[in-house]
DNA sequence: AATGAATGAGCTTTCATTCAT
DNA sequence: CATGAATGAAAGCTCATTCAT
């Protein structure tokens, strides 16, 4: 009844996410074909057959690790905040949620950027696009909220947006890195305490550190 | 009377800094001893007499970095400064400057934490150690100017550094892509309004972007 | 009446024509069985349960295209020469037409004698019987003909024979290289100046070059 | 003393010859780097560092055995013949010494011309430009002596150096068959019999099989 | 009977490491 | 001490062959 497939999409999903998982673990050169084949549970002649090479593999692992997120993300969590600091809680609560969900595919975008010079230029390229198309998507989503305060002469909305670009993007290493040295937290709950440290920051940023 | 050294200084000189702009430039995995050996005129095995292997040599090319900025650096830089935004440009136009002198360098030490995965345990440890040691120094330079500060109740030192900890590690990611893609940038002065760009960003940080 | 053969005739012929044409093109090697199963429109299964393995498809190749020939092969075409000279056109000039009628299978029979080295010691046992009695039946179609000469004393007509296998079969790679280079020709009359050519020749042959 | 040179002639020298020996009797694609690297008694490593790749190997296997052939030719050999005849059998005698000095370089170089299609294009131009050098030469050394030959009304010294052309690759041919399945021969008299057979032949083809 | 997805042995090639000189 | 020729384990990839469907 179940006929077999020219591509087993079962298959192609193990292969994905062990590539996912290898990748993300070991870096690009260290991850050999025949791993990703004996993790996934297939031969490598299989592996070769459905992505033609390793570094085709790579760059579908990444599109799927990108596709993941592009599929599940849920954009009201952007566009029903309240103000600023609600929003970037929000997103930040969310984002942990994915990294807790999808621990694999994080860790390989998050280190994607920094492999790319391992990769042949052609696909450097590629690389470079999706992370240009992920942060056009960021401040697609945060500008509207933005454009409604008030800023300081002086202060514009793109200058907050980059600060707080910064400020998240390094928080959220900060927060792998956490949850890679404390494996037993699985509940977002748990991160919660790490959420409220960064609204008081973010809060801070916003009003401003200094008295007077 | 001076003990006559088995190593050669100026050779293994030449072999640190190969292997610093190589790995630099390449990562770890695609350069070849073989480059590094060849590019410091030195012969292979000589290599691995003095570095005995790859990730020693890496792991050393790491250490001369770090070194080499730890000998160069000016602390009168952080302690000379009148209040905490002139420090950080202060800071940021000598951390440009270094980079602008030192580039192999730099560009090492800002990619070896990503390639830390590739690396064993053990020096994954070590290179962990080395950024720690580095944030902590910078902390403790800036710790005097920030104490003077009045904070807002509920703001910390600890936060404003945290804060200004990511802005500034975002802006040299941002300094550095932006030194990559004009090499005929040789002095600091070119880079003045990137300056003044942050110099204003951590001032709103400082004193809030909202209004009222 | 007739048993159903579980065998589909007209699927085998086509694997047949596919195999000697891409034998005959690329080598035994070079050729891949998918090639040929797809060039056929069977799957590659069913290739290796109607073959066995690559080398008896070669085999079973080779074979077709002698038989082939054999089954085509008109014997009057010796028979009815008036003279030595006239048979041996006769023959190129039939030769000619099925190089041009069934060029794989000519091609492939041409060239596996020497891929005879890169089979099994059966196998080659096998392709080394099949020319022998090639050329056993050549002489047995030429011997009436010679027989009829007048030899010159110390001439017999094996060394006449021997001679001109030489020269025809020199001649008949000739004539393949040059209709491999202009694939234009596809008829026997665009030939039929090497034919004379080769005609002149054998006759100089008979009657000798040299003057006195 | 002896100062390790960047090619060590010797093994060199091993590896062509292994390479030389091999690519005869087994062909191209059969024949595997690892066992020229056994048979040369190198590491595999050493035949890439020396030679690139597979396909270089085979060309230098190739050129060398010409090369052998070209340094160690006796033209006078050709030039110092009283008549056609003569030279013929010189050549010929010549020929099998040389088949029986360097058995694998001739059967090399024999099987070359079909091994022509299994090779990229670049190596085939290469491979039939040496073949057609080696042509142009014996056509060159025969040149003179034909000269001198009266001929026939109809017959030219062209017709007949193409004539002799087809029966001497027949003959050598045989006379390779013949050794290959004689490996006890060593010396040229034992191929006496053979070259006289020859000989007889030719003197008829210059003088005509035929009674009157 | 027929398919073609799946397998894995085996190939070429690379490169960290060794060691004779 | 210094060299770089030599090594061979291990990688990516191919393709004849098998076998579940």
Known sequence: M???LPEDPAKKARMLTAAIQLFAEQGYEPTHVDQIAQQAAVSKGLVFKYFTNKEQLYLAALTAANQQFMTVIDRTVWQNSADLSAMIINATRYKIQLQLQFPAEFNL??????HQQQLPASSQAYVQKMFVANHDLTSELMTPVVAL????PGATAADLLEV??????????????Y???HPEITKIEQMEP?????????????????QG
Chains 1, 2, 3, 4 share one sequence.
């Open 194 to 210: 790490l959420i409220q440290d960064l609204a008081t920051k973010l809060k801070l940023v916003e009003s401003g550190f200094i």
């Open 179 to 181: 949850l890679a040295a």
């Open 109 to 114: 975008l998050m280190t994607a950027f920094v």
């Open 164 to 177: 707080i670009g910064y400020i998240t993007n390094g928080y959220i290493h900060k927060i792998q890195r």
């Open 2 to 4: 179940t006929k077999r």
């Open 149 to 152: 305060l008030q800023f300081k």
